[in-house]
């Protein structure tokens, strides 16, 4: 039953559709609240912040398809994604604090193991928007790069140093906006005001109050929200 459920779920996601959500019983928000933890939801996107403790066995659970963009927080190597028991597991590349990964996936259902000594922490920002069928948005952004453009996502930095004020502005499409804490060993999140979303329209008046600078991250969602079928 969950292979032909999961089969159905690819073929709408390549369809351009969105997907049903995980069933409860491989939600890994309700089955593994430890290292899956909805931080913000909307009709736009999921905000999930993801912890993997130091050689974790996660048992299986799902994610939905599309659009996701990855918000990696500290260094880590060693992380594995095991789909199908027939199959080789798949390594994940090694990821450095204030990388970004934008990918669009099919319906996952897998199992992870954390084979590194240390913790692996995340931020998986699924995107609700109909991921399209064709030249999907890929791409690994290291934490130099500013600025990914796609015709369906848009990814872009802004460095806001302390004591200033920086506008985002949702001109042409709406907005997710995500601020983190740039550091050697591990980007951070602050406090409050970690996420806002902008309606298209509107704007935000971003500022850093404390003694250290930080980085704004903006992802522009270009197509419309997804519609199940």
Do not use: C
């Not at 913000?40 to 130091?54: K, L, P, S």
């Not at 450095?96 to 996952?108: F, K, N």
């Not at 806002?196 to 522009?220: A, Y």
């Amino acid at each position: 039953m969950r292979l032909l459920f999961t089969a159905v779920a690819i073929a709408l996601a390549l369809n351009g559709t969105i997907v049903a959500q995980p069933q409860d019983s491989f939600d890994p928000t309700k089955t593994l609240p430890k290292s899956y933890k909805v931080e913000f939801e909307n009709d736009w996107v999921r905000i999930t912040r993801v912890h993997y403790d130091a050689k974790a066995k996660l048992p299986e659970h799902e994610h939905p398809a599309g659009i996701t963009v990855y918000l990696y927080l500290n260094a880590s190597d060693g992380v594995l994604f095991q789909h199908n028991q027939d199959e080789e597991a798949v390594r994940r590349p090694a990821v450095l604090p204030g990388a970004i990964r934008v990918s669009t996936t099919p319906y996952e259902h897998h199992t992870v193991t954390n084979l590194a000594g240390a913790p692996s922490d995340f931020l998986r920002i699924l995107l609700k928007t109909d991921p399209g069928r064709t030249g999907p948005p890929n791409s690994r952004m290291s934490p130099s790069v500013m600025e990914y453009d796609h015709a369906r996502v848009r990814v872009s930095r802004i460095n806001v140093q302390p004591g200033t004020k920086t506008r985002v502005e949702a001109k042409t499409y709406p907005m997710l906006r995500v601020a983190w804490i740039p550091d050697k060993a591990e980007w951070k999140l602050p406090a409050k005001d970690a996420y806002r979303f902008l309606d298209k329209g509107t704007t935000e008046e971003f500022e850093v109050t404390g003694n250290v600078p930080m980085q704004l991250l903006t992802v522009e969602l270009r197509t419309p929200i997804a519609t199940p079928r």
